[in-house]
């Protein structure tokens, strides 16, 4: 059995805390930490059978019975925490992003030598079950050779200004996810990135130096074009698509609805919206990700998503604000470290 200690009780921690007892085998829960501990998260926590809650994550990573350790804490604290747990003698699962500092990307990947430590990024959507049978399409070769591929990825509602400014801004809070899609589906890198965006959806978000609507297009090192399409505000709930065009065919995969149930009458054909919130799409994924994680402890092989994984989606992303502050395409060459 697996031992875990997760770091931060926020959204995500408890999306990982319930996750990992009602969904993964061979692992448990023993310990949560967040420096705004109290009754409400210890009563949570007590209910999922977490006997141990914690103010100062020390005492995870001090506690030798503690396999391995979940960081979902604020992004600033990512690089920092992981460090620690790495020279602790831990396991990692890091939430994404590493950091938004290359040099600290760069101090992880420093720690992680010469040990045989497993640390796996949390790019859930991997694990959702349309993406991965787009990615097992394209990697069966049922499309061919790869020529086009296209991400939709348009939240139901904008974040809170109060969010937004601490966010990193949207290509490296929200556009990451569709980064790292690109590079998954494609099974390549990126070679150059052009973006065009603006904030159409609350102006109050421009006042920030952030955007809410962005186009993106790549161009990847096999030679294929990938655009993204990006919006905060879908007002008809969470629209998440994407398709692998190539030189056999091309495999798309449409959104997740609450059914398939399609009414038909003289009036029009009515169909369900789109599930509104990203739990609720991609639940299964959080479990399937970190029930991954476990099982390479487990067998001692390698992590679906390593670092230099986790590091791609972050380069991507710097390359296209510098792409729409300088309004030119940016080579990934000009932002590696």
């Known amino acids: 059995m697996i031992k875990i200690g997760i ?7 408890r999306v990982h805390g319930e996750g990992v007892t009602y969904g993964v085998k061979d692992a448990q829960v023993k310990a949560i930490a967040d420096p705004f501990m109290n009754e409400e998260i210890k009563q949570w926590a007590n209910g999922l059978g977490i006997a141990s809650c914690y103010t100062d994550y020390h005492q995870i990573l001090e506690d030798p019975e503690i396999d391995a350790v979940m960081i979902c804490s604020s992004t600033d604290t990512h690089a920092d925490i992981s460090i620690e747990a790495i020279k602790a003698g831990k396991h990692v699962f890091c939430e994404k992003p590493i950091s938004q500092d290359l040099a600290k990307i760069k ?8 040990t045989k430590l497993k640390f796996q990024v949390g790019f859930n959507r ?5 993406f991965k049978a787009v990615r097992n399409a394209v990697e069966a070769g049922q499309v061919g050779d790869v020529h086009l591929i296209r991400v939709t990825a348009r939240d139901p509602q904008a974040p809170p200004i109060e969010y937004v400014r601490v966010s990193g801004g949207m290509f490296l809070d929200m556009t990451i996810h569709d980064f790292d899609m690109v590079c998954f589906l494609s099974g390549c890198k990126v070679k150059e990135v052009y973006a065009a965006g603006a904030a159409l959806v609350n ?6 130096g952030d955007i809410d609507t962005a186009v993106i297009t790549m161009k ?8 993204i399409d990006n919006s905060r505000q879908a007002v008809y709930g969470y ?8 030189s056999k065919g091309q495999v798309a995969v449409a959104n997740d609805t609450g059914s398939s149930a399609v ?14 919130f990203f739990l609720e799409r991609y639940m299964d994924s959080f479990k399937r990700e970190v029930s991954e994680f476990v099982q390479a402890i487990v067998d001692d092989t390698e992590v679906p998503v390593d670092i230099e994984a986790g590091l791609q989606p972050i380069l ?7 792409s729409l502050d300088e309004n030119r395409p940016i080579q990934l060459t000009e932002v590696q470290f």
């Open 263 to 276: 009414l038909s009458t003289q009036d029009g054909v009515i169909g369900e919206k789109p599930l509104y």
């Open 203 to 208: 102006p109050d978000i421009a006042k920030e």
């Open 126 to 130: 991997r694990f959702d079950h349309n």
């Open 220 to 227: 990847m090192e096999n030679g294929a074009i990938a655009v």
């Open 107 to 114: 101090e992880v990947m420093e720690a992680l030598k010469e």
């Open 7 to 13: 770091i931060g009780a926020g959204r995500i921690g």
């Open 239 to 246: 629209d998440q698509r994407a398709e692998v065009f190539g």
């Open 316 to 322: 991507i992303a710097i390359a296209a604000k510098k």
